[in-house]
């Protein structure tokens, strides 16, 4: 069996994290360790309201990307075939970095988006304010690159800079796009990819490279991670109109009411009669909302099977990311990947 024919029969994996976390566990109690370390400050505020957005959970999948790509590197020069224990402790401040910048991202959008709800809990904003969060927001991505230097490989300093800069670019090109459900599924593609398979992409490959990874699965990694991140962005965009506000941790339609352009809307308004789009141009456009919208919204989604759609879009995202897996071969460290795969676009399997 080929390595490919190989790939394909791992991708009958349930979807789960499982197999990551496992891998992981003992290198992230590490990386807690670093977050706790780098969180500190003589300004009693900043640790307080740090450590409220990443004491409510998540899934740690950006920090887990970077410990498996470091895994996969490590197993990469391991001739005998035994699962590597020992991960740099580059892996480990990187590992970190990518989850401060991912946390300083959430900080700001919360402002941006004047959320008060984020994994079912109140958010920093509306606790302590928007000022404090934007401060708090620019501490921790002060401190993401004091660890990204640390590992003194410029390459990966570069990687993650960029990968910044696309979040910011994906971030204003989302708030262009907002109130527009004639925006093209194109440029829908364009913000999600730049707001958050980006930093997926940049931390697995990152992860790969200070592994000792060679240059085939330092790719392997980033076109893994770039698929993964669209396919966990498009399933959480579609599951805003199809799941209640207790399963989401978040108040179901803030994207509607919002004026967010999701690609369920997008598909929705292409295939849509005049009367449909009028009714998505007072409500997303216009922000003219009545009783009974949120409702009208939902059936008209069902009518075009948009969130059905979406994540079908969804799951062939995430096919691809198995995919891009092929030079990886059949081992623990892949099989375990294919399920994170599977797992970012679950509801779409």
């Not at 996969?72 to 001739?79: C, L, R, T, V």
Request: hydrophobic share 45%.
């Amino acid at each position: 069996m080929n390595t490919a024919e190989n790939i394909h029969t791992l991708s009958d994996a349930a979807p789960s994290l499982e197999g990551m976390v496992s891998l992981c566990a003992p290198a992230m109690a590490d990386v807690n360790k670093v977050i706790l370390e780098k969180m500190a400050s003589d300004v009693p505020l900043i640790p307080e309201l740090a450590g409220h957005l990443i004491a409510a959970g998540g899934k740690r999948m950006r920090p887990m990307l970077t410990l498996m790509g470091a895994l996969a590197g490590i197993a990469e020069q391991n001739i005998p075939k035994n699962m590597p224990k020992d991960i740099p402790a580059s892996a480990l401040y990187l590992a970190a970095s990518v989850e401060f910048i991912h946390n300083a991202t959430l900080l700001h959008d919360d402002v941006i988006d004047q959320s008060e709800k984020r994994r079912g809990r109140d958010t920093a904003n509306a606790m302590w304010g928007n000022e404090a969060s934007v401060l708090v927001g620019d501490f921790l991505f002060a401190r993401a690159f004091e660890l990204m230097v640390s590992t003194g490989d410029i390459e990966i300093l570069r990687m993650l800079s960029s990968a910044s800069a696309r979040i910011t670019e994906g971030e204003v090109m989302q708030m262009s796009m907002a109130g527009a459900p004639d925006s093209s599924l194109e440029d829908y593609l364009s913000v999600i990819t730049n707001k958050t398979a980006i930093l997926f992409a940049a931390a697995a490959e990152a992860g790969a490279r200070v592994g000792g990874a060679s240059a085939p699965i330092c790719s392997a990694m980033h076109a893994y991670g770039l698929a993964l991140g669209r396919a966990f962005q498009i399933c959480d965009d579609a599951l805003d109109y199809g799941m209640d506000s207790d399963k989401m941790g978040k108040n179901s339609g803030d994207d509607f009411y919002d004026g967010k352009i999701t690609m369920p809307v997008i598909l929705a308004w292409q295939d849509g009669n005049a009367q449909e789009q009028d009714f998505w141009m007072r409500t997303l456009s216009q922000q003219d909302y009545q009783t009974g919208d949120l409702q009208t919204a939902h059936e008209i989604l069902n009518r075009h099977r948009a969130v059905e759609r979406a994540l079908a879009h969804a799951k062939s995202e995430a096919e691809a990311a198995i995919a891009a897996l092929t030079p990886l071969g059949q081992s623990e460290i892949s099989s375990a990947l294919i399920s994170g795969a599977r797992f970012a676009a679950k509801r779409a399997y």
